[in-house]
């Protein structure tokens, strides 16, 4: 059972930047990719950015490119997504995503949350205008 726990949402102007934090414990070993997910109310889940294990390769949805930086650290275990030039349709909860070990690639997340196994709690970004 991997276990995440996000920090670092909260409120910010447009044009402002949050930096997120996805800490991973807990699971029997293995590689897995992680990822960044949103969602407002209302809406489905939505795939925001994904980081492979190594972290060398990263994806992003269209909406964020260019705008939010996915990394992960060399210990593996801590996510980071960068946002910046925040608009207000970036407010929404954000959560950390992973998959389970060896099942799926960065890339898979893409697919959207049937790829997920385990969930963060959820962290609440919000953009003023």
């Known amino acids: 059972q991997v276990h995440l726990v996000e920090s670092g949402g909260g409120l910010v102007e447009a044009g402002g930047s949050l930096r997120l934090s996805c800490t991973a414990s807990?699971?029997?070993?293995?590689?897995?990719?992680m990822g960044w997910f949103r969602q407002t109310p209302g809406k489905e889940r939505e795939f925001v950015a994904a980081?492979?294990?190594?972290?060398?390769?990263?994806t992003y949805a269209d909406s964020v490119k260019d705008r939010f930086t996915i990394s992960r650290d060399s210990s593996k275990n801590t996510v980071h997504l960068q946002m910046n030039n925040l608009k207000a349709e970036d407010t929404a909860v954000y959560y950390c995503a992973a998959p389970e070990p060896y099942s799926a690639s960065y890339y898979d997340l893409r697919l959207g949350t049937r790829v997920v196994k385990y969930w963060g709690q959820g962290t609440q970004v919000t953009v003023s205008l």
């Open positions: 807990g699971g029997t070993g293995g590689s897995y990719a």
């Open positions: 980081v492979s294990w190594s972290g060398s390769s990263t």
